[in-house]
């Protein structure tokens, strides 16, 4: 990816191309925020409509995450965990693993989705040493897939551009599964599609072309951040075909743990339980850098079983892992969860917001809109040779009037604050609305 630097004042900060390009000259500043909205610098107020980054489900600057942030502070800065513990890292892991699914609850805490998707590769990789194959040292992700920033989430992931900036440093022995986004059948599908669960039985192909015993784990976000949705059956079938040949099925939930599908885990929402399970994101509400991958006990167990007398049981791990900041900021945030039953809210939710996306069905320039839970997409007609201009004048038309999209190519996401109400919902597709009447 290319950077850019600002002039000016901000001439040393440097942001992502991604980021960058949606500014003509310096960027928006967003000075604070409250609840559902965000202020900009020249005092506008604009309604989040994606979660500030997928990232801030119970709503922002919420009082009871700030206060159990800045109590931690005031009580333990910082604490090594390679030699020590803290209470508040043995609190936020039991609180999560109690959201997990079913035996999933050995918690390695990390400080990004990134970092988590590394680490799920690595005890993949350890649990198949500990179980006496170390051969098996190959992984298969799926094209369009995105993984996080990492060697080796852009490695497993299947985003091509990502992959050709970085191609000769990425890891060995990765093949990738078709994707699961097909506009031929499934454009405007609601929810799950009913086509495209035979997608799955193409690993069959991967696994016999490689052998199954030379292969560690196979990585799928359950829900990709550009709304692609699995077909109806395809993760049972993945599920199955994991099982069947001794390989790791790892779920990337950086973006659906804690609520988005109106359950804890897409996991949960789809019935099926992974080996290993990354999150990040909504973990804490966005407050403090923290990922997390969940274990399954029996991947945990073997490796620790294994591990050689007065040498680590798994050689990884991170400065601040487990940070006190960062764990009072997730048992604050996983008990507003609850208290607040915000998962309950966004399943209650679902509806209304699937109705209020596909109603732009009919409006200009829309190709697909594709939804699930809280959140949904739309995927726009490119102008010729001039990908990603049009959603970009929506992502400036939107933020002019007062809704704070996420655009990507031709495509806008949408991914609330589970705190929204019915009446924001139709404010943010009706301003869509009004911006795809403007732009040509």
């Keep these: 990816m290319a950077f850019h630097a600002f002039t000016d004042d901000m001439s040393h900060f440097w942001m992502p191309f991604t980021a960058s390009r949606q500014f003509k000259a310096a960027p928006r500043l967003l000075e604070s925020a409250k609840g559902m909205y965000y202020r900009s610098s020249d005092g506008q107020q604009i309604l989040d ?76 990789l350890a649990y198949h040493q500990a179980r006496g194959e170390s051969q098996r040292t190959g992984f298969i992700g799926r094209e369009r897939s995105y993984h996080g920033a990492g060697f080796g989430g852009t490695s497993v992931g299947g985003v091509s551009v990502n992959r050709k900036a970085f191609a000769g440093a990425l890891l060995p022995n990765v093949d990738h599964m078709p994707s699961i986004h097909n506009l031929e059948h499934n454009a405007f599908s609601r929810g799950q599609p009913t086509w495209g669960a035979h997608l799955a039985d193409d690993l069959e192909r991967l696994v016999a072309l490689r052998d199954p015993s030379t292969i560690a784990a196979v990585i799928v976000d359950p829900m990709a951040g550009s709304v692609f949705v699995p077909p109806q059956g395809y993760l049972q079938r993945l599920r199955e075909i994991t099982s069947k040949h001794g390989i790791l099925l790892i779920f990337d939930e950086v973006i659906t743990a804690f609520g988005r599908l109106g359950k804890a885990t897409a996991s949960a929402f789809f019935g099926v339980t992974p080996d290993l399970l990354t999150m990040a994101k909504a973990i804490n509400n966005g407050t403090v850098p923290m990922g997390a991958v969940a274990a399954h006990r029996q991947v945990y167990d073997t490796i620790i079983a294994n591990s050689a007398p007065g040498e680590a049981d798994l050689y990884h791990g991170y400065t601040y892992s487990a940070h006190p900041t960062a764990a009072a900021a997730t048992i604050a945030t996983l008990d507003l969860y609850q208290k607040e039953g915000l998962f309950e809210r966004a399943a209650s939710l679902a509806p209304a917001f699937e109705r209020a996306a596909h109603a732009l069905r009919d409006a200009p320039h829309v190709k697909d809109i594709r939804n699930l839970g809280l959140c949904a997409g739309i995927e726009l007609e490119s102008r010729p040779n001039g990908i990603g201009e049009r959603s970009q004048e929506i992502f400036d038309g939107c933020f002019e009037a007062g809704v704070l999209i996420r655009h990507a190519g031709d495509f806008v996401a949408f991914a609330p604050p589970l705190i929204i109400e019915e009446a924001q919902i139709e404010q943010i597709f009706d301003t869509v609305r009004k911006v795809l009447m403007s732009v040509k």
């Design 49 to 124: 409509a994606c979660a500030g980054l997928w990232c801030v489900a119970a709503g922002h600057c919420r009082e009871e995450i700030t206060s159990a942030v800045s109590a931690a502070m005031a009580k333990l800065d910082y604490a090594p965990t390679t030699q020590f513990a803290h209470p508040l890292a043995f609190e936020a892991a039991a609180k999560v693993a109690k959201l997990m699914p079913e035996g999933l609850d050995r918690i390695f805490f990390t400080n990004s989705g990134s970092e988590a998707v590394d680490t799920a590769l690595k005890i993949a």
